[in-house]
């Protein structure tokens, strides 16, 4: 099912001329409105009435999270505080807080963009959709909520926590759609086995997971636990919140972003060039819709790359990947870029190597040094050192060939690595700059 | 004939050989012969006990990681030249020693030595075949 048959269905050339019309109109109404982009763009020697093309956008200046602090709190909005009608903030763990606002026309709009993406994954009026994203300043309990409502399914509130209640809900309400975070869907699976509820009997059909990278492996573990066909949901408050991108259910295989919406480009996160699609790059969006709070050429810091290719499910809109990392987690290590992604992707090619890993930062002598723990598993160890000597040698060969970057590979004991409950800690940095 | 060895891998951290020992003991397990290999950053224990599965499941319950091989016990005439006629005779053959070490209690009037080989079978047919006893592995168990 599509939502917005007309929209998420528009030949390219039609949707190219609406993105360019919306545009405009967007970045007229910033330079208009909010002083950060007019002085951004006067100091870049561009105005609004310079932009006719895609290519002449790619000119303008990006804007980042350090821009969005230095406006807390309502620096960024482009409307008077008498048309906000919602306010919504990041957690602010790495700082200040990224605070957002919306017009009742922007509340409408993310409802919509949430309808639809409800849909791709599988909703209609008649699901009973559990709603276990937080309720709050997070975007993700209000945001999947409207959508739900807007779509006319039917939506329990029953945001994040008190997970054994939930389970009573879940076996007495027979809801039908599972909206949280992957990783509290995981953890709503053991608790129901502990409590003895089976998931097996339970109604759902479809889960609808996002606000956290989450990867293929994680998804069979889902949907083997939950029973369920489980899509991935992107969005980031900055943007608009949830509903950004979805995975269509029918395809499984990579998220259509809602272009008429939002302008993506994927760049170097070094050179903040603009690459091809298909290249692995950073995320980039533009809002073109948005009143309270439009971000131009936003860099996401999310890692990803766009797939043009036609969907079964009927959607001309362009594809992004899972996202496979973040440039926040990105190392340089003597002057080469390295993501744990790509480590990690280094690691799984050879046999018998767990996804259990930590890189080790620092540095000797002005020189910085990379070691990466790795768990010895039933299936790598062996009673001869030479073997497991030789097995260091390969995965230490494996990261040069494949990253060009010289790395001391160190063997550890089974779950010597901390396992958190959410994100794992991947790097510890102990180079002092 | 074999002898069912255990190896579990180690950090190269204090206090952690005590931990596996203290496994050991509170499942009732007496070793029965041990080697440890070790390099700067871990370490390889092996061990023979009187209960090899016992032994297995209270590591692996620990979460240690755990392997099995197979060894030989052989018994060396406890005089001089005893080990050499041994080496020599592998030597000989080709047969490489990736690592042997001592048993504790003797059998006999001889010395026991736990040996790996990289080509077990012929090891053992050659060893035989050249009047040395092998012990069997449910024996050594019970030495």
Redesign the interface.
């Known amino acids: 099912m599509i939502y917005d048959i007309e929209f998420e269905t528009l030949p390219r050339e039609a949707l190219a001329a609406i993105q360019l019309r919306r545009l405009k109109a967007t970045l007229e109404r910033v330079y208009a409105t909010v002083p950060f982009y007019r002085n951004r763009f006067e100091a870049a020697g561009i105005t609004p009435n310079d932009i006719h093309s895609f290519e002449d956008f790619q000119n303008l200046p990006f804007t980042t999270k350090q821009d969005l602090r230095d406006n807390y709190p309502f620096g960024m909005f482009a409307v008077p505080m008498d048309n906000v009608v919602r306010i919504h903030a990041s957690s602010g763990t790495t700082g200040k807080p990224t605070v957002v606002g919306y017009t009742a026309r922007d509340i409408d709009t993310w409802a919509k963009l949430m309808a639809r993406a409800l849909t791709a994954g599988g909703a209609t009026s008649r699901d009973i959709i559990h709603n276990a994203y937080g309720y709050g300043l997070f975007t993700g309990g209000l945001g999947a909520h409207y959508g739900a409502e807007k779509l006319g399914a039917s939506v329990i509130p029953v945001s994040g926590g008190n997970t054994k209640r939930q389970v009573v809900i879940m076996r007495d309400f027979g809801p039908t759609i599972l909206t949280s975070t992957p990783s509290y869907a995981l953890h709503l699976a053991e608790v129901a086995e502990e409590m003895g509820v089976s998931f097996e009997k339970l109604k759902f059909r479809y889960g609808i997971f996002g606000a956290e990278p989450w990867s293929e492996q994680m998804r069979q573990e889902i949907e083997r636990k939950l029973h369920l066909t489980a899509v991935d949901i992107y969005g980031l408050s900055e943007v608009i919140g949830p509903g950004v991108a979805i995975e269509c259910h029918e395809a499984q295989n990579g998220l259509h972003i809602f272009e008429d919406h939002f302008i993506p480009e994927i760049i170097d996160p070094v050179t903040g060039k603009v690459l091809p699609y298909g290249e692995t790059g950073e995320l980039v969006f533009t809002s073109i819709t948005k009143e309270a709070f439009p971000v131009i050429r936003y860099r996401t810091r999310d890692i990803t790359s766009l797939n043009p290719e036609p969907c079964i499910c009927g959607r001309t809109l362009l594809r992004m990947n899972k996202i496979s990392g973040r440039t926040d987690d990105m190392l340089i290590i003597r002057g080469v870029n390295v993501f744990p992604s790509q480590i990690e992707s280094v690691l799984m090619e050879i046999e018998g190597i767990e996804p259990h890993y930590q890189l080790i930062v620092d540095r000797a002598d002005n020189l910085d040094t990379l070691t990466v723990h790795v768990e010895?598993?039933?299936r790598n160890?062996?009673?001869?050192?030479k073997v497991?000597?030789q097995l260091e040698k390969k995965i230490s060969y494996s990261i040069k060939e494949y990253l060009g970057v010289s790395a001391k590979v160190?063997?550890?004991?089974?779950?010597?690595i901390a396992r958190s409950e959410g994100k794992a800690v991947r790097v510890i940095d102990k180079r002092k700059i | 004939m074999h002898v069912k060895q255990i190896s579990v891998f180690l950090e190269n951290k204090a206090g952690r050989l005590s931990e596996v020992t203290a496994i050991l003991s509170e499942a009732k397990i007496n070793i029965r012969a041990l080697s440890v290999a070790d390099t700067s950053d871990f370490g390889v224990l092996r061990l023979i006990v009187n209960d090899n599965q016992k032994a297995l499941e209270a590591l692996k319950n620990n979460g240690f990681s755990v392997g099995v091989t197979d060894v030989v016990a052989i018994e060396v005439a406890d005089r001089p030249g005893g080990l050499h006629q041994i080496l020599d005779l592998l030597h000989n053959a080709q047969i490489n020693v990736e690592y042997m070490y001592a048993f504790v209690q003797q059998n006999g009037n001889h010395a026991v030595m736990i040996f790996r080989f990289d080509h077990i079978d012929e090891a053992v047919k050659l060893l035989e075949q050249n009047g040395l006893t092998v012990i069997d592995g449910a024996k050594v168990y019970t030495m």
């Open positions: 010895v598993s039933e160890f062996s009673d001869e050192v497991l000597q160190k063997l550890v004991e089974p779950k010597a």
